[in-house]
């Protein structure tokens, strides 16, 4: 329902108050508890029983009529068409599905491959959208054969004119199952633990389900434009909130990016006042989105999905809250769309202050800790600090393989002394005795190979495998974790 123009303005003037007044870091305690879900955080938490992931929903996170389309959608290609498939559709009347396509496997991969496939059958569908605009009522009430089909595909979804438009609206959609499969499994490794900081500061328990829309809980997910992470952050927005250096981006931490997604969220709530809109901006920015508020003079984000037409405000940004909408409803019975799941689960781990700086080869010398635990648990740290180039930051709490951390004290040489200050605290004076000894490496004949490709890193190829950093340096003879290129072909040994 549409708010009268100068109650538009006003909030406007507010929120701009708002936003010279209030820092970012300030906005989520801001807010406000009034923003959160019907339900109390204690109602909505993961129980363990039944459906894990169903939640009862407030107004603002049910289906509007007037998006019903769009999230039948994403419904669709989250559930019912898979990565070997994709779908030609008109990208603003989403009703609107021309045709599902197979694909190779090569062609599900390679982004060109798939465009030179696809393309005979997208100038198809324009030539007979393009026919349709020139003939008259009579004789499209005569069509036979696929244009009698696609023009009664349309008509159904009240398209009765403008063909040559739709023509210019088709879009490729690759299907999703297989990777929201994935993205079931993975979630029960990090849902609770969202869940918690989310109810900590009041937020709807609804936004906890957007890393499957973002990065299908895979918290080595980078994207075109170089976000990452579980929350997708772009590196200029993240550092806002989180650190990111040389040692450590914690963009790769669940539970640390997890926090930074709450301020966020909560800062786009404080200046939009309205949970549709703060999550489209979560996508497409707070300040761009009140633009659009502006410029339609609404707050409804129906009016503004079918109408707006800024600059930036394309594909992603007019799909991204419909999006979640469809993740939320297959949830509420998702074993009705997906059998054989296997649930992961977070591993236990003790940790272990590091008072001051050190190498991590040193750390872990002469302990039955590897390199790829320490990676596995601690997937912010980077390149740098994993091959012991860099020391591992100053005060930093590292997670170990639970069972080791006496170990690690043992390694160390730790007095009495150092243990009755506080038993998780290393205290790095105590290695002045210690010879600096790199991570041995065992190297096995047997390996894959890997082509890398365009925006890989040899941190992300590491955790792809899941074989430690150091191991693929040493077998591959590489100096710097920087020095590799797209097309260069790698030598991953086996995972042990």
Same mark, same amino acid.
């Given at each position: 329902?549409?708010?009268?123009?100068?109650?538009?303005? !006003? &909030?406007?003037? =507010?929120?701009?108050?708002? &936003?010279?007044?209030?820092?970012?870091?300030?906005?989520?305690?801001?807010?406000?508890?009034?923003?959160?879900?019907?339900?109390?955080?204690?109602?909505?938490?993961?129980?363990?029983?039944?459906?894990?992931?169903?939640?009862?929903?407030?107004?603002? =996170?049910?289906?509007?009529?007037?998006?019903?389309?769009?999230?039948? !959608?994403?419904?669709?290609?989250? +559930?019912?068409?898979?990565?070997?498939?994709?779908?030609?559709?008109?990208?603003?009347?989403?009703?609107?599905?021309?045709?599902?396509? $197979?694909?190779?496997?090569?062609?599900?991969?390679?982004?060109?491959?798939?465009? !030179?496939?696809?393309? /005979?059958?997208?100038?198809?569908?324009?030539?007979?959208?393009? %026919?349709?605009?020139?003939?008259?009522?009579?004789?499209?009430?005569?069509?036979?054969?696929?244009?009698?089909?696609?023009?009664?595909?349309?008509?159904?979804?009240?398209?009765?004119?403008?063909?040559?438009?739709?023509?210019? %609206?088709?879009?490729?959609?690759?299907?999703?199952?297989?990777?929201?499969?994935?993205?079931?499994?993975?979630?029960?490794?990090?849902?609770?633990?969202?869940?918690?900081?989310?109810? *900590?500061?009041?937020?709807?328990?609804?936004?906890?389900?957007?890393?499957?829309?973002?990065?299908?809980?895979?918290?080595?997910?980078?994207?075109?434009?170089?976000?990452?992470?579980?929350?997708?952050?772009?590196?200029? +927005?993240?550092?806002?909130?989180?650190? &990111?250096?040389?040692?450590? *981006?914690?963009? #790769?931490?669940?539970?640390?990016?997890?926090?930074?997604?709450?301020?966020?969220?909560? =800062?786009?709530?404080?200046?939009?006042?309205?949970? /549709?809109?703060?999550?489209?901006?979560?996508?497409?920015?707070?300040?761009?989105?009140? %633009?659009?508020?502006?410029?339609?003079?609404?707050?409804?984000?129906?009016?503004?999905?079918?109408?707006?037409?800024?600059?930036? !405000?394309?594909?992603?940004? %007019?799909?991204?809250?419909?999006?979640?909408?469809?993740?939320?409803?297959?949830?509420? $019975?998702?074993?009705?769309?997906?059998?054989?799941?296997?649930?992961?689960?977070?591993?236990?781990?003790?940790?272990?202050?590091? @008072?001051?700086?050190?190498?991590?080869?040193?750390?872990?010398?002469?302990?039955?800790?590897?390199?790829?635990?320490?990676?596995? #648990?601690?997937?912010?740290?980077?390149?740098?600090?994993?091959?012991?180039?860099?020391?591992? /930051?100053?005060?930093?709490? #590292?997670?170990?393989?639970?069972?080791?951390?006496?170990?690690?004290?043992?390694?160390?040489? @730790?007095?009495?002394?150092?243990?009755?200050?506080?038993?998780?605290?290393?205290?790095?004076?105590?290695?002045?005795?210690?010879?600096?000894? /790199?991570?041995?490496?065992?190297?096995?004949?047997?390996?894959? $190979?890997?082509?890398?490709?365009?925006?890989?890193?040899?941190?992300?190829?590491?955790?792809?495998?899941?074989?430690?950093?150091?191991?693929?340096?040493?077998?591959?003879?590489?100096?710097?974790?920087?020095?590799?290129?797209?097309?260069?072909?790698?030598?991953?040994?086996?995972?042990?």
């Amino acid at each position: 329902m549409k708010k009268p123009a100068e109650m538009i303005y !006003f &909030i406007m003037i =507010f929120s701009s108050i708002l &936003i010279s007044t209030q820092s970012y870091c300030e906005a989520d305690e801001l807010y406000l508890r009034q923003g959160s879900s019907d339900t109390t955080p204690s109602e909505n938490k993961m129980s363990g029983t039944g459906n894990i992931f169903k939640l009862p929903r407030s107004s603002q =996170f049910q289906t509007p009529p007037e998006l019903r389309h769009q999230v039948d !959608f994403w419904k669709k290609i989250f +559930t019912g068409i898979n990565n070997r498939q994709c779908v030609i559709h008109d990208k603003r009347a989403m009703g609107v599905i021309y045709e599902t396509i $197979e694909l190779t496997e090569n062609e599900s991969k390679d982004k060109k491959m798939r465009a !030179f496939a696809v393309s /005979p059958i997208l100038r198809k569908y324009k030539d007979i959208l393009e %026919r349709l605009d020139t003939l008259s009522q009579g004789e499209l009430e005569r069509l036979t054969g696929e244009d009698k089909r696609v023009y009664d595909l349309l008509y159904s979804n009240g398209i009765r004119s403008g063909y040559k438009d739709a023509a210019e %609206r088709l879009r490729i959609q690759v299907g999703q199952s297989d990777r929201f499969k994935k993205a079931l499994s993975r979630s029960t490794l990090y849902l609770k633990k969202i869940e918690d900081v989310f109810a *900590d500061k009041g937020l709807p328990l609804e936004l906890t389900r957007l890393p499957f829309v973002e990065s299908a809980f895979d918290i080595n997910a980078y994207s075109w434009a170089k976000a990452a992470g579980l929350w997708q952050f772009t590196r200029y +927005t993240a550092k806002k909130y989180i650190n &990111i250096n040389k040692a450590v *981006d914690e963009r #790769l931490d669940p539970i640390k990016s997890t926090t930074a997604a709450t301020k966020l969220l909560a =800062f786009n709530y404080s200046q939009l006042h309205s949970w /549709p809109l703060a999550i489209t901006a979560y996508n497409h920015g707070c300040y761009g989105m009140q %633009r659009a508020v502006q410029s339609t003079a609404t707050m409804d984000i129906c009016y503004i999905v079918d109408n707006y037409d800024g600059p930036a !405000f394309g594909f992603a940004s %007019r799909n991204f809250y419909t999006e979640l909408l469809a993740v939320l409803e297959i949830l509420d $019975e998702y074993d009705k769309y997906f059998s054989d799941i296997v649930f992961q689960y977070p591993e236990n781990f003790d940790t272990v202050k590091i @008072t001051k700086s050190v190498k991590l080869g040193r750390l872990i010398a002469g302990t039955p800790v590897t390199v790829g635990d320490i990676q596995r #648990l601690n997937p912010e740290l980077l390149s740098p600090v994993l091959v012991s180039k860099i020391a591992l /930051p100053k005060n930093y709490t #590292l997670k170990i393989p639970q069972g080791t951390k006496e170990h690690i004290f043992s390694a160390l040489d @730790t007095d009495s002394q150092t243990a009755d200050k506080n038993p998780n605290d290393v205290d790095l004076t105590a290695l002045k005795n210690v010879t600096e000894t /790199p991570v041995k490496v065992t190297q096995s004949t047997a390996y894959k $190979e890997h082509v890398i490709q365009k925006g890989q890193t040899l941190y992300s190829i590491s955790r792809l495998y899941n074989v430690p950093l150091c191991d693929i340096m040493k077998i591959n003879d590489l100096k710097n974790p920087e020095s590799i290129k797209s097309g260069q072909v790698l030598k991953i040994p086996a995972a042990t």
